[in-house]
């Protein structure tokens, strides 16, 4: 039976438009039509009583290392399917298995492991893989394991692309490192996104990596050389450099508000890109966790290791599109653009990001107040609160 869900009454959010109380007809998995007072027959309506509910694009997670238990390197489809599931509970529709500094036989597990995992209607789907380290700078590894850290290597990252089954959109590295730049434009002409992270790179050397094709940073202020005003370095760079889309995470310890402020002030909208750079203790108690090896301690301070450095987030995405609402006092347009349009674009995902006529059918229907109502993946009604 076709699969046929009329939303009605709600207020519909895009990125490049004034939002406007319509109808969304939903037709086996994609968005059959936008209007104001769609009359059509459906399976199901959901009637969110003249404009109570807003409807974003589904979020598009590009950085997630794990949740509820379950992580990317864990290398098992249980892992991806459990943090693939738990995703919709906070509106994320799409997201990048995200792996970290390991040894190179774990990194290959993990990625053969995606290579072969396929989505299901009823879950959040895996666009792809998100590879963060190894190719990155000692001085700035955070939780990242030194002792796996290597120089960047244009030959292993090919191994790792086809043991992947060619599903590996993002890379991390930092770029200063030999070998740095080549890779860089290696990956620019794979149409893989390079992302600056965990860097001690100078302003001067992200400029060049920017010419060279880098298209996005890496949890800005975390992780990478920060601005002096005599050397601006990664943060500063970044800031100023408009070919670079960065990522943020706004849970309030990774980045001051301010900072966070501060970062909209100089990128826009379409210059973020929110994320939660979560690990498996995320929708779990406060305790302790693995991460690579690792032991980390969640506490209302957050997640760290035990000589004190930052281990990712326990963030889920609609927090985080609450906090940064509440710093920026950003409309609703922009937020769009920092949880699933500025994502797509990065990835090239022409079908994801906007509700119109064609797309997929990737949506989450929010209150006033921004927590999320229900989730719809691919047409699915996935999640009710």
């Known amino acids: 039976m076709e699969r046929k869900i009329l939303i009605s009454n709600v207020t519909i959010i895009n990125y490049d438009q004034a939002e406007f109380v319509g109808s ?16 059509v027959d459906a399976n199901e309506h959901l009637d969110g009583t003249s404009g109570e509910w807003v409807v974003f694009p589904g979020f598009i997670d590009m950085h997630i290392h794990g949740s509820e238990g379950f992580d990317t390197m864990d290398a098992t489809e249980e892992a991806l399917r459990g943090m693939a599931r738990s995703l919709v509970k906070e509106g994320t529709t799409g997201f990048l298995a995200t792996t970290m500094t390991q040894s190179i036989q774990a990194i290959e597990d993990a990625l053969e492991n995606i290579s072969y995992y396929k989505s299901n209607t009823d879950e959040a789907e895996l666009l792809g893989i998100h590879v963060e380290g190894p190719f990155i700078s000692r001085r700035w590894a955070g939780a990242q394991p030194m002792e796996h850290i290597i120089e960047p290597s244009i030959e292993q990252f090919n191994r790792w692309q086809e043991l992947s089954g060619d599903r590996i959109k993002q890379v991390t590295i930092a770029p200063e490192a030999r070998n740095g730049f080549e890779f860089v434009e290696a990956c ?32 800005l202020f975390n992780g990478m050389r920060p601005f002096h005003h005599r050397e601006p370095g990664v943060v500063g760079a ?37 994320i939660t750079d979560a690990m498996r203790a995320k929708g779990l108690p406060y305790g302790d966790y693995d991460l690579g090896g690792q032991t980390v301690s969640v506490t209302e301070d957050g997640a760290h290791l035990s000589n004190g450095s930052l281990a990712g987030s326990v963030l889920t995405l609609d927090q985080a599109v609450r906090n940064f609402k509440k710093t920026t006092n950003c409309s609703l347009q922009e937020l769009v653009s920092m949880t699933s349009a500025n994502a797509a674009k990065q990835l090239q995902l022409r079908n994801k990001g906007y509700i119109a006529e064609g797309f997929d059918a990737d949506i989450v229907i929010l209150d006033q107040a921004l927590h999320v109502q229900k989730t719809i993946c691919r047409g699915s009604i996935v999640y009710h609160r």
């Open 238 to 274: 970044v800031l100023l450099e408009e070919r670079i889309k960065t990522e943020l995470i706004a849970d309030f310890l990774h980045s001051h508000p301010d900072a966070l402020n501060l970062a909209f002030r100089l990128k826009g909208a379409s210059g973020i890109i929110l």
């Open 24 to 39: 969304i007809f939903l037709k086996d998995g994609k968005i059959e039509k936008v209007g104001k007072d769609l009359q």
């Open 188 to 219: 620019r002409k794979m149409g893989v996104l390079v992302s600056i992270g965990h860097s001690d790179a100078t302003g001067e050397e992200v400029e060049r990596t920017a010419a060279l094709g880098a298209r996005q940073a890496t949890h």
